[in-house]
């Protein structure tokens, strides 16, 4: 990769990946988008108010933190975690959800969609609605509102306007469907809080920007303990927004390696999983060209991941990028296995990881032993694991 | 020219153009139903490639996608009806798809195949002309007219745009939203249609929300053509013998006259 290269181009590209794949009326609604961020990009006071309210609101920045335990446990290369998962709501959801909500604000739009899978993105949506005083209507799959009646509860207490999407397979795919159907019906006066580095140009590069706070941090946080950056950064990808926002900001440093852990769910061979980059192909969905799981004919796949998260068919063009130029390594762990390192971090740290980063804890911890001691290892613990208590209880077979 | 460009050309009333999804109810529903419309006034027909996401579709036609994909329908299923129906019907036949199935199937291959089976223009609803341009070579280059759609919502920069670039017709989108029946059409329905009149010579079609005689009279005031849908679905559904959807269509070409 060139360093002088500024990708997206100004088409929305990371090369081949990327675009605007929708109706014409929210062409001009993007180009609007495009527009505003642009000039908010620009404008120092946007930024002043994103950082003093991603510090004193959602409780930046977050530690980075040396696993001893884990550590000594894999008998390898130091493991470090940065803690997304003590942000306020759980989960790195919140930085791209305050972002784009004052990008809202800014806009005068009040009437905010967003769609939601396991309800991460929908709970941080609502409540940085809540906070600045917008209206918020939640898409969420018939399936997953079945599933996460918790958080389903817990958008509705904020404020939100939950509605279920029945079409399809009633997950989140089919979330964006609906929500991107709202939004042509309501383009005036509606602005869509997509949740992940996913969809048509601005949204991929302007989620990273938003979640590149991760990165940042961990950067300045690893030279400040260890004087050096690390060998690896390892993070889940469903869309890839949190393993965007910790990469992007090293994407200079050669020497560090990036590894991105997608969900294979019962296993990649049994075709049950949700690893777009590592068992799809090149395709179009929900406005961008990216890897995505497809049947010959072109029919977007089902997906299957004990992780609500990572349970999506497509992924961020910008990872399909970094795939197609070797700068990421994207490898896949099934739910066995993101469970038992659910349990390994609860057991030597203390530390309830989501079930998305126990994919990435899975793979970190595997890997750590293969190395040597002098080593490190960045892994983006993107999120808490209580909202996964229901899933976890019923997956270990045990009765409360 | 085109022959969806000559079919406009000599036309002497405002076309009529009907769409179902290919397979929807079923494959024997298609095979009947597009010689029926053919031989009962329709001008053009749009043929429904189902796709898993249609994210420009209402309710009633994101069913009978759904309903064709469990049937098993496919592209290469589609061209073989088509091939078929060639036999009977003389109209001009457009496929409206999304992108993905077209891109899987690759692009130069899928138009080569829709020239050889009789097929004459596409209309892809997520494929803006800022994307289209690698698809246009190769519909180019089989004599396929790629249609662009416009919506209210577009700006003038962008009427200029899909104006130089859409073949055969333009299709615009009657509002701001998905496909799917409409008891009203908006008001200024005729001020779009006549702001993008003043930027161009080639024809003009009306669809989404479409569903009644009277709103296709008005349209016909305006448009070179009225594009129904989401109606004939549900009539197809609602009628297995045909009968309404076939009666509803004369009704509508008598509006048209």
Not at chain 1, 108 to 130: F, L, S, Y
Not at chain 1, 179 to 203: E, F, K, M, Q
Request: neutral net charge; proline residues 5%.
């Amino acid at each position: 990769m060139r360093e002088d290269k500024q990708l997206p181009d100004s088409h929305g590209y990371f090369e081949e990946f990327g675009g605007k794949f929708v109706p014409e009326t929210l062409m001009p609604a993007l180009g609007e988008l495009e527009t505003a961020y642009e000039e908010a990009k620009r404008d120092p006071s946007f930024w002043a108010e994103f950082d003093s309210l991603s510090r004193d609101y959602s409780g930046r920045p977050t530690p980075l933190y040396f696993a001893e335990r884990l550590t000594k446990h894999c008998g390898g290369a130091q493991i470090f975690l940065k803690r997304e998962d003590l942000l306020h709501t759980g989960a790195h959801k919140i930085n791209n959800a305050l972002g784009q909500g004052l990008l809202a604000r800014r806009m005068k739009k009040r009437r905010i969609i967003a769609e939601t899978g396991a309800g991460q993105h929908g709970v941080a949506a609502a409540t940085i609605c809540a906070k600045l005083g917008l209206d918020c209507i939640v898409y969420m799959g018939e399936e997953d509102v079945q599933r996460q009646a918790l958080n389903v509860f817990r958008m509705k207490l904020l404020g939100a306007e939950l509605r279920p999407v029945s079409s399809g397979t009633r997950t989140l795919k089919d979330a964006i469907n609906e929500a991107i159907r709202d939004w042509v019906t309501n383009v005036r006066n509606t602005y869509y809080l997509l949740g992940s580095a996913v969809g048509p140009h601005p949204y991929p590069v302007m989620v990273r920007d938003f979640q590149s706070i991760i990165g940042k941090e961990a950067r300045e946080q690893i030279l400040a303990k260890c004087n050096r950056l690390p060998d690896y950064i390892i993070a889940c990808v469903g869309g890839g927004s949190n393993a965007i926002g910790i990469f992007h900001p090293f994407v200079n440093d050669k020497n560090v390696k990036f590894i991105g852990v997608e969900a294979a769910g019962r296993g990649i061979k049994t075709g049950r999983h949700a690893a777009s980059l590592v068992a799809g192909t090149v395709g179009v969905l929900h406005g961008t060209k990216s890897y995505v799981l497809q049947d010959d004919a072109g029919q977007i796949l089902g997906t299957q991941s004990i992780s609500a998260g990572l349970d999506y068919p497509g992924v961020g063009p910008e990872h399909s990028y970094y795939k197609s130029i070797g700068r990421a390594t994207y490898v896949a762990v099934d739910d066995k296995e993101a469970l038992k390192a659910f349990q390994l971090l609860c057991q030597t740290e203390g530390i309830v990881p989501a079930l998305e980063p126990a994919h990435a804890i899975s793979y970190a911890s595997k890997m750590a032993g293969s190395l040597n001691k002098e080593q490190i290892i960045v892994v983006n613990l993107s999120g808490h694991g209580d909202k996964d208590m229901d899933i976890v209880v019923k997956a270990l077979g045990v009765k409360l | 020219m085109s022959r969806i460009a000559s079919s406009f050309a000599q036309a002497s009333h405002t076309a009529l153009i009907p769409y179902i999804t290919v397979g929807y109810p079923s494959v024997e529903t298609t095979l009947k139903v597009v010689p029926l419309f053919a031989s009962s006034g329709c001008d053009i027909i749009e043929l429904g490639i189902p796709f898993s996401d249609p994210l420009a579709d209402g309710a009633t036609i994101q069913r009978a996608s759904y309903e064709a994909l469990r049937q098993g329908i496919t592209p290469k299923l589609c061209f073989e009806l088509v091939q078929e129906l060639r036999q009977r019907v003389e109209i001009p036949l457009v496929f409206m798809t999304y992108y993905n199935p077209v891109l899987k199937f690759g692009l130069e291959q899928f138009c080569s195949k829709c020239a050889e089976v009789g097929i004459d223009g596409l209309i892809i609803p997520d494929l803006p002309p800022e994307e289209g341009k690698d698809l246009e070579q190769s519909t180019k280059r089989h004599g396929l007219d790629l249609i662009y759609l416009l919506s209210p919502a577009s700006t003038e920069e962008r009427i200029q745009l899909v104006a130089s670039r859409s073949s055969g017709f333009i299709y615009l989108v009657s509002l701001t939203g998905v496909t799917g029946a409409r008891a009203k059409l908006p008001e200024e329905l005729e001020s779009f249609v006549a702001n993008v009149r003043k930027r161009t010579e080639k024809p003009l079609c009306v669809g989404f929300g479409v569903s009644t005689p009277e709103q296709a009279r008005r349209i016909a005031k305006v448009a070179d053509g009225v594009i129904v849908g989401s109606r004939i679905i549900q009539l197809l559904d609602e009628d297995k013998s045909l009968g309404s959807a076939c009666s509803f269509i004369k009704c509508l070409r008598a509006a048209l006259l």
